[in-house]
């Protein structure tokens, strides 16, 4: 369909201009998106969420390669798919139940054609819901014509129009199902400082010293709920070089009355040994309990664990990622200008590329991200609550689907 190519273009030029900057802002504008590629999806009558799940996982793939070290984009569109799956299968799961109560009644063969058609593997499947299959996408795409309920051909045209009509209203309910769950995904989105912020609380305690490093919304909303809670604490704000991003998060902290203490990046081991907790946010937690953060975390991390302070991540759960940081398909890092960190004007004689053999005599190298192992992490809060970073498989196994882990497949087989 065009129209919705044309949309898809747009959302991804914004992607790969970075319009859209924050992980938040880019799941929200993201399950909105797909959300609309599903309202404007035609589907067919037979195989309804394969088609929508072709559909999601084609735009997916341009939204993921148009910023690839965004995670947030793959991980809402990977919810999604999961979303049309789950919503899938309570609807054959209502089926079977209908079917169930019609084969008590000796109903004719022309009463069948109101009966869904389902095949013996997606009856296998429902059944097994609790037990999580693996595969879900394939037990229900493996169709055989054998297993499909036949229609019957008879009947006068208003009994024809009559099952039109419901057919019709199948699809609808499908998507309608879906649309309702990805709203609220999109609500979880836009709510999840919140409900990170009620927990404040429960983990930050009187007098006490925390530690953090450069800016995050969800770590500021933490703080100040603790403050509204009339907890009596300092915070101590590294200031996140080159961008010093924790010169902005001071400023607001002192805005809502906090207590707040500025220190250089290579400080934080010489004041580590006076912090009670550290507290900060991530750009993504992978799979494995790890998590890509702003740079200068992982020096915070292991300087919190020498001295035996909590480690703590609030991170919402639209950056939780069911990949693990070896995966090809996760580009960890990226590289800033070299301005952040060097006047050109005042190093250009080292800069200079005319000289010598055309290389210049400095490099200058500006990654964005730390990777901090698990091991170096004491607790995740997220907007569902407190978790060990050995728990986050089993919230992958919640929020995604394995088949939908790798969407790039395809396309890597046809290179």
């Known amino acids: 369909m065009p129209d919705v190519q044309a949309l898809v273009n747009d959302f991804v030029n914004k992607l790969r201009k970075r319009k859209i900057e924050g992980s938040q802002a880019t799941a929200r504008h993201t399950a909105e998106f797909l959300r609309s590629v599903i309202s404007q999806q035609r589907i067919p009558y037979t195989n309804q969420a394969g088609a929508l799940i072709d559909s999601v996982k084609a735009v997916g793939e341009q939204l ?142 009187q007098n006490e010293v925390i530690l953090t490093l450069g800016r995050s919304r969800t770590v500021m909303e933490f703080l100040c709920a603790a403050k509204e809670k009339k907890r009596s604490f300092r915070v101590f704000v590294a200031e996140g070089a080159p961008r010093y991003q924790g010169h902005v998060l001071a400023k607001e902290l002192v805005a809502r009355g906090l207590q707040t203490t500025v220190i250089t990046d290579s400080a934080v081991f010489a004041m580590i040994s006076r912090v009670n907790m550290v507290i900060v946010g991530a750009h993504a937690i992978m799979a494995n309990g790890g998590l890509i953060a702003p740079v200068g975390l992982n020096m915070v991390a292991l300087a919190a664990q020498r001295h035996a302070v909590p480690f703590v991540v609030v991170a919402g759960s639209h950056k939780l990622c069911p990949l693990y940081p070896h995966n090809p398909e996760v580009l960890l890092n990226e590289l800033k200008s070299p301005s952040d960190l060097l006047d050109f004007g005042e190093f250009s004689d080292c800069l200079d590329f005319g000289s010598g053999n055309g290389e210049p005599q400095l490099h200058v190298v500006n990654p964005t991200f730390d990777y901090v192992p698990p091991n170096l992490v004491s607790l995740f809060i997220t907007d569902t609550g407190g978790h060990n970073p050995s728990y986050m498989y089993r919230l992958i196994a919640d929020y995604y689907s394995a088949d939908d882990l790798v969407l790039q497949r395809k396309s890597a087989a046809g290179n």
């Open 64 to 205: 993921i390669a148009a910023n690839p070290v965004e995670l947030a984009v793959g991980n809402v569109v990977r919810r999604v798919l999961h979303i049309i799956r789950e919503e899938d299968l309570s609807l054959t799961t209502a089926a079977i139940g209908d079917l169930n109560i019609s084969d008590g009644s000796d109903d004719d063969e022309n009463d069948r054609d109101d009966r869904p058609v389902l095949s013996a593997a997606a009856l296998a499947a429902a059944a097994r819901k609790t037990l999580r299959p693996p595969s879900l996408h394939t037990l229900l795409e493996d169709v055989p014509n054998a297993t499909i309920v036949p229609l019957s051909s008879s009947g006068g045209d208003s009994e024809g129009k009559c099952k039109s009509a419901d057919k019709s209203s199948r699809i609808r309910k499908l998507k309608h199902d879906v649309i309702e769950a990805v709203n609220e995904l999109i609500q979880d989105i836009d709510t999840c400082h919140e409900q990170i912020a009620e927990q404040a609380v429960e983990h930050i305690h």
